[in-house]
């Protein structure tokens, strides 16, 4: 919202020599965000000159340009009377006797663009007769300002600046979506007030203002013919008409209103248009003016048929839908309510008879009706938010006293006024309340200050005030609300800072612990975390979701924000996926990246989040809060991570070294070693996954995720490099399983013992599986053992291969002998022979 500040002045008390920085200030005290502060940017000297003369002269490129002696005011020049200036001018549409706005050397306008003596078209212009565009006004550039057009008829050689209002300035806020009173000066004056104690005169109070109001206008016909067709409100509860005929729809707007339309954001159209916009920015109402003359009959407020169409005022046809509330005639639909006009009705110049409309609309089904067709609108902004239902009449008053004296119409007793919009309902504020909740120390005096100055009505009973909310602030609703508002007119800084005290014994869960523990040691192995979207579309899910024993059944949304992505993932690697493929696409090839969270796994067959919801006002109870928890899907936590590109870049002394499989095998282990898990691996399978290249992870004999490298065909249709690799871990799992209790491992003081071991086993035999019989066998002296070569090759025979071990071992109470590992050894190897078969390699 953007506030001029010379209007914002008419409707409270502001210093003459405020700044924009002091204005910020004083919002940001009641909790407006300050923006952007906007000026016209103009510097003089910028006057009023008047065409004394001009001689056309055709220029060799086609192009004729008018050389011109233009008076600028008096001279201060000796012995001459008169600043005459000789100007090159390119524009057409003016006539000798025309004033117009001189820049002169040394002015500076919008761009910026400085001003000063320049030869051009074998002539000295000494300035720049401007037109509107070029003065920050408008977007009109076919020709120069006359200011006859706006109706002005200064003394030559006055400020143009100040004639114009180019010298006036805007502070712009953030407006939040529950304080829809302050999308207008009213509403911004009325908080500058509570920030400052500054006197607040309400526009709407306006004695002229009030007289209008109360004279009645009758008449002309008006039917709500709605009730909201999903909640039991009507569509519009108030509706108020005014007539004013005899209108000149071509006058141009007097150039105030268009200064203050500019910097308030809004360009000028046309005098009827921007007069609604002026009392729309003024009051926070939106209003609507139809040509009386092309109405058929009444009007009727009414959801749209099937099959109805519309043209709206920007020209385009639009198909309506049954929910959309519709302003009627006897023609059928000519506006979308709160919306957009129809173009059936349009003003034009030659409008004489306008038919006013003031209403207040429901806000829920404004909001479905723009976002729907994609019409955001000035009007429609504020109606979602909240209209004052009781500055209906004031707002269509004012626009009948601007018609009458910017365009010469007169005030017909024609019109009409609905009013059903209920009554705020008094709120109950127990005595003491609003301290203990917002831990401030505020008297009585003060408390009842604060809600007088927001426009409560207060009522006196035992042990509670009972306060009735204006009708402007529909936000407030409850006692919380209450407390809210009385923080924030008496200040924010009267809230203590106090830091709370942990009690004694609590702290993080285990299970937010080891979640942490497991991104902290992915990070701090130079991985990156990020968040990916939870929607997918049902590909991803059917590519990524499976697992190994049979399709997982997806969860879709009954109202997706995207279309095209309504269902919930059931895996985190669509996410990482897309995630990767947009880094690639902005240059950043090597990547390892991470995210931790929430997968949707519903049971099939169930039905999910079909039972009431709690009301809200009260916390559920126990039963009802696990109704709610078992109307939703299960929900575990996953852990997924990426590698594509190069771990160690290429370098003097050092070839490149790609990232794969390993990167993800190595990332399961780290994570699991940072939850006090133990991870073992075993070939497994994946449709999503080269099938020797695949890893199911198990903690015991549960299954607790996989890792791989990407289908190079899948890799190929997500433009990622041919070597992908992925992992995925239950996280909420590995956490369940991992130890509760871990024991330090004392530091070694004896020697270690190393030895290989190579066996030959049959190739379809896992290798984690013969390293946990060796492991096994070999007993308490090994410390250590992997798996170092997988050899499959020449003295090998055909169908097994030949796995090598570095074996490690130590004894806690003595130096090993050579004779006691390699018994250990042969230990482990035996194991293996029985069960598998496996042999010794020679």
Known sequence: MRIPISWLSEFVDVPKDVTPEEIHAALVKVGLEEEDVHTFDVTGPVVVGQVLEFTPEPQSNG??????????????????????????????????GDKVVVSLPGAVLPGPFPISARTTYG???DGMIASARELGLGEEHDGILRLAELGLDPEVGADAIALLGLDDWAVEVNITPDRGYAFSIRGIAREYSHATGAAFHDPALVPSLVELVETPASGFPVTIDDRGPVRDQIGASVFVTRVVRGIDASRPSPAWLVTRLKLAGIRSISLVVDVTNYV?????????????????????????????????????????????????????????????????????DATSNVLIEAANFDPVSIARTARRHKLPSEASRRFERGVDPDVADAAAARVVQLLEELAGGHADRLGSRLHAAPAPKPIELPDGYVNSIVGADYSDRETLSALGDIGGVIESTDGALLVTPPTWRPDLTDKATLAEEVARIIGYDRIPAVLPVAPPGRGLTREQRLRRSAAHILAANGLTEVLAYPFVDSTSNDTFGSAAAGPVPAMKLANPLDGEAPFLRTSLIPGLVDIAHRNLSRGLVDLGIYELGSVFRPVAGRTYGSGPLPSGIVRPSDGELAELLDSIPPQPLHLGALFVGTAIPKQPGQVAVQRGLSDALDAARQVALAVHATVSTRAGSHQALHPGRTAELFVGDRSIGYAGELLPALAEEYDLPRVTAVLELDLGLLIELAAREVSPTAIATFPAATQDLSLVVPIEIPAGDVLGAVVEGAGELLEDARLVDDYRGSGIPAGSRSLTFALRFRAADRTLTAVEASDAKLAGAALAGKRFGATVRE
């Open 280 to 348: 729309m920015l003024e009051l926070g109402q939106p209003i609507h003016g139809y040509d009386l003359d092309k109405l058929s009959g009444g009007i009727t407020v009414r959801r749209a048929a099937q099959g109805e169409e519309l043209v709206t005022l920007d020209g385009q046809r639009r198909k309506l839908h049954q929910q959309d509330l519709v302003i009627a005639d006897d023609s059928g639909a000519i506006g979308l309510a709160g919306v957009m006009g129809g173009e059936s009705t349009e003003i034009g």
């Open 123 to 125: 002539h000295v212009s």
């Open 63 to 96: 192009k004729t340009i008018n050389w011109c002696q233009v008076d600028v005011g008096p001279s201060t020049s000796p012995g001459q009377a008169r600043d005459i200036r000789g100007i090159v001018c390119g524009a057409h549409n003016f006539v000798v």
